[in-house]
Structure formats: structure tokens, C-alpha cells
């Protein structure tokens, strides 16, 4: 059984053949490249923590495939304490890191593949389960890194997969062999992909008889035959390709993962490492099962990049002068209500969570969507509010190689400095933080369409609001007679 530390996930990482390609260019060795090297420090965490005396209770758990201790992020929810666990775990490394640390997605995918492939084989006496099973002690013990890939690039989204003019919108089954299949098609914003051991590809709706080809669900090497990954641009990427440290605001993570458009090119998939392929009546359990256990996390990885901006703005209130302002200690409370009312959610959801046929638990759905929902909203205010606190400085500052130089350096330190008795360097960087979580990827656009954009959650609320009983109950209660 092995449960890497830091160093070697990322020497393991070295000997992929991985297909990469980041501003037109190939890249050699991602694990070097000053693009991705940040949001691979990130995942790193992940590994470390197992090792760490104080939170190997939260970050390593038993396998219960066999009995052996294994990297949380590899493990089978089996009970709502495990649930609890994971938004908890994902708190910590969120709060360490202060961006997304990628490795959730995958684990996720593994989850909702073990409860669907239970169900698929009760009803058709195929033998997915005992494949996913396998796979799954195979990252087990090698404690591999999983990217999850569900979003389609999708086309016109007004099309099911089959209506499609290009049929490669959605990814399909192009050939079924004796041996596997053969997959083509594109998914989209596959965070840690380039940092993954292994994609997990999922279907991303669901779908009826005539997408049959698309309701495939595999996992493949990164460094498959005919997978390219192509990275997804992000504001600031220029800072780090530049190795503007100071200027990139977290330095050592960044503020965002990161996310790649992962095409697969007539793709060899071995049956083992298949674990759907035409049931199109369980790809919406599917969906709906990956659905509740992604949107569970935001409310523990949102909250833990909230406290980093929390942390940031009270730091921006210091150097301001203005920390004693009540309006601006009003705003940091404001802050933290909200950003605990998301934690809140993932810990309701988790708590109310139940055991499947298979025996994995899951989170209860409908607090899981309305956790997710708060998300969708409560960042972008506390974002409005960490900025109002910063000022316009936040937008318009001058770059550390400005406040370096010998010709104007000493004009940057001597006007972005606030209150006196801290430094102007201090104060550019608690505002260059600030500036990168509230205008980067991995705190607002991921918190708006992670895990689904605001109106699939309110489609699954609206599923589970049981209105029907909530009007019989008002109307028992208002004396109304609903026969
Ligand atoms: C930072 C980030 C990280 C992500 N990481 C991952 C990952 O690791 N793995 C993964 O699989 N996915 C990932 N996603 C993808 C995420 O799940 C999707 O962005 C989300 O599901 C929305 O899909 P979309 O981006 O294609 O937007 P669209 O589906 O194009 O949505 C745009 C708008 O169109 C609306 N819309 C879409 N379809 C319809 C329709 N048929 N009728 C009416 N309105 C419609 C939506 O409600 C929304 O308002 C990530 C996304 C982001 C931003």
C-alpha cells in the first residue's frame, strides 16, 4: 500500500508521456512549467496532509475493500461521518492553499461509479461493479491523483448528444472491440487534469435510447494513445509564466487550479476500465449521484478560500489604517456569516446523508443543491465586499517589478504605503490577494458553474421541495378542505 507524501506524487508525475499544450506550445515537463507549478503545489497538499501527525485522522481512512490505510481522497464514503470528513478535509486544504486543490472531482466520480454500477449490474447482471471495484484498489494502493471528466463541450446546447451536427460534442462510443472500445469526443474545464495519474470520464446528462453510444462512463491514463489536454487559460497567467511571484498574489498556489479542454482521440478503452456502456437509463443516477457529492464540496472548499479572503481583507483593513472603521468590522462579520452558512450546508447535507444498495453513503440531495446554490451567491458578495474594503487600489496597483526598480521603486514604496508602521511591500501583497481571489478562476466562476451552473440546482430543489405536501399541511392548518 502506498500513501505518498508531497515529493513523491510529484516525482510520480515525471514518468507519464503526457500530452500537454498551453499557449500553442507543448509542454515538455508540466511538473516545471511556472504555468502549472503553482495549482500542482496545490494537489501536493493533498498528499502532505496524510502524513501530518495532526490530520492523518482527517486526511487518510480505512479502505474498506482492504482494510488498509489509504489517502482519504481515495476512499468510499461509508458512513456520515466520512462525509463530514471530507468537507472538513476539504476546509483544511482550501484554507492551507487558498485555491482549489483539484483532487475532489475524481474522487467524486469514484464514488458515484461504485453506487450507479451497483445498480446497473442488479438490473442487467453485467459486472461493472466488480470492475469499478478493482480499479478502485488499484488507486488505492498506488494512491493515484484522478481527474473527473463529465462536462461535454456539448455543441448546441439545445441539441441532445444524438442531435448534434458534429456527433463528437458529446463523447461517444465509436467501435466496440472484443477487447474494449474505442471513445472520441472532447470534455470541457477538466480541473487537475494535467496534475491527474488517471481520467475518469462520466456522461453529463441525462439521456434516452438514441444516445446510447454516449452513455459511456471509463477511465483511462492520462498519457493514453489520443489523449491531448489543452490548458485553459486564467487571468494571471502571464504573472506566473513570467514568475511574477509577489504579483500572482498567492504566491506558492496561486489563487485557481487549473483547467484543461481533454480531447480524446479515438481512444482505446479495456473493458475492465469500463464501467458503462449503453445503459442509458442510469446515466441521470449517474449525474444526480456525482451531482450531490460535488456540490457537498463547495461548502467545505469555498469556505476554506473564504477564510483566506476574510483573512485578507482584515489584513487590508490594518495596513489601511481603518480596522477599527465599525462599518469595516461590520463588513468582515458580514463576511464570515455568510461564509459559514455555506460550511453550514456541506455539514447538513453530510449529516443527513444515507447508505446506498451498494453501501457507499451520499450526501442528502436536496441540502447538497441548496449548499451548492448558496455558493453560487455568497462569494461574489463576500468578493464585493473584500474589495470595498482593499479600495480602487485593488484594480489599478503597480507590479513588483515596479516597486523592485532603481528608477521608481522608491516613489511605489513610499505612496502605496498606509498606515505607517507597516510596510508598503506588506500592503501590496495582502491587496495583490484580495485582488487575485476575487478577479481569478478559482473562486467565483468555479463557485458560479463548478459542480453545475445555479439553475441544475434549482431544478433538483425544485424536485425535492415537495410542495404538494407542504400545501396540504398549510391548508390542514388554515382550516382548508383540499378534497
Ligand atoms: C473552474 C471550473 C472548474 C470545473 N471543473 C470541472 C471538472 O473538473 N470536471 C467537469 O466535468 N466539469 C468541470 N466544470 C464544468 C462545470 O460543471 C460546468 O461549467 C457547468 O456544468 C456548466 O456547463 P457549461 O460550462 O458548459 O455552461 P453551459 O451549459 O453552456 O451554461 C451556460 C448557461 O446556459 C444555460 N443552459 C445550458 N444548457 C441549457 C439548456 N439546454 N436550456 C436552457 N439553458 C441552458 C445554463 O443554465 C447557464 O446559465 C468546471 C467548471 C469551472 C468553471
Not at 475492465?272 to 457529492?293: H, W
Not at 505607517?420 to 495582502?430: F, Q
Not at 495583490?432 to 476575487?438: A, P, Q, V
Request: glycine share 8%; aromatic share 8%; with cysteine.
Amino acid at each position: 500500500m502506498v500513501l505518498m507524501t508531497g515529493e513523491e506524487y510529484i516525482r510520480s508525475l515525471k514518468r507519464r508521456r503526457v500530452k500537454v499544450f498551453a499557449l500553442g506550445e507543448e509542454i515538455a515537463d508540466p511538473t516545471e512549467h511556472p504555468l502549472l507549478r503553482p495549482s500542482l503545489n496545490a494537489v501536493a497538499e493533498t498528499y502532505s496532509l496524510a502524513h501530518e501527525d495532526a490530520y492523518k485522522w482527517l486526511a487518510t481512512a480505512e479502505s474498506h475493500l482492504t482494510g488498509e490505510t489509504i489517502n482519504r481522497f481515495t476512499h468510499i464514503h461509508q458512513n456520515a461521518h466520512d462525509l463530514v470528513c471530507k468537507v472538513k478535509l476539504l476546509r483544511v486544504l482550501c484554507e492551507r492553499t487558498g485555491t482549489c486543490i483539484q483532487r475532489c472531482v475524481g474522487w467524486d466520480a469514484l464514488n458515484a461509479l461504485y453506487i450507479t454500477t451497483y445498480e446497473i449490474d442488479a438490473e442487467h447482471g453485467t459486472s461493472y461493479h466488480e470492475r469499478i471495484k478493482r480499479y478502485l484498489e488499484y488507486v488505492q494502493q498506488n494512491d493515484l491523483m484522478c481527474a473527473g471528466a463529465m462536462t461535454d463541450v456539448k455543441g448546441d446546447r439545445s441539441l441532445r448528444p444524438h442531435e448534434q451536427r458534429d456527433p463528437d460534442m458529446y463523447v461517444r462510443v465509436v467501435e466496440k472491440r472484443e477487447d474494449g472500445i474505442v471513445v472520441r469526443g472532447a470534455k470541457a474545464h477538466t480541473t487537475g487534469c494535467v496534475h491527474s495519474h488517471e481520467i475518469i470520464a462520466l456522461p453529463t446528462r441525462a439521456m434516452d435510447e438514441k444516445d446510447a453510444d454516449y452513455a459511456v462512463a471509463f477511465a483511462v491514463p492520462t498519457d493514453a494513445e489520443g489523449v491531448t489536454l489543452i490548458v485553459g487559460r486564467q487571468m494571471g497567467d502571464y504573472r506566473r509564466v513570467m514568475e511574477d511571484w509577489m504579483d500572482v498574489g498567492n504566491y506558492m498556489y496561486s489563487s485557481s487550479g487549473h483547467e484543461t479542454l481533454t480531447v480524446f482521440d479515438d481512444v482505446f478503452v479495456p473493458w475492465e476500465r469500463v464501467f458503462m456502456c449503453g445503459e442509458t437509463e442510469f446515466t441521470g443516477l449517474v449525474v444526480e449521484t456525482f451531482s450531490s457529492y460535488h456540490r457537498q464540496n463547495y461548502g467545505g472548499c469555498k469556505a476554506g478560500m473564504g477564510d483566506v479572503l476574510i483573512g485578507a481583507s482584515a489584513l487590508a483593513a490594518l495596513y489601511n489604517g481603518i480596522m477599527d472603521a465599525s462599518h469595516v468590522r461590520d463588513k468582515l462579520v458580514e463576511m464570515t456569516h455568510m461564509n459559514e452558512t455555506l460550511y453550514s450546508c456541506a455539514l447538513a447535507c453530510s449529516y443527513e446523508g444515507y447508505a446506498t444498495p451498494s453501501g457507499a453513503y451520499r450526501p442528502e440531495p436536496l441540502l447538497a443543491n441548496v449548499c451548492k446554490l448558496n455558493v453560487t451567491r455568497a462569494p461574489y458578495e463576500m468578493a464585493r465586499l473584500a474589495q470595498d474594503i482593499a479600495g480602487g487600489i485593488v484594480a489599478t496597483m503597480p507590479s513588483e517589478r515596479d516597486l523592485r526598480s532603481e528608477k521608481v521603486g522608491k516613489y511605489v514604496a513610499k505612496y502605496m504605503l498606509g498606515k505607517a508602521e507597516y510596510s508598503a511591500e506588506h500592503r501590496m501583497k495582502a491587496v495583490r490577494l484580495i485582488e487575485n481571489l476575487t478577479m481569478s478562476t478559482g473562486y467565483l466562476v468555479e463557485s458560479l458553474h463548478g459542480a453545475g451552473s445555479p439553475q441544475t440546482q434549482k431544478i433538483m430543489i425544485s424536485r425535492q421541495a415537495k410542495f404538494k405536501e407542504k400545501m396540504k399541511n398549510a391548508a390542514r392548518l388554515a382550516g382548508i378542505n383540499l378534497e
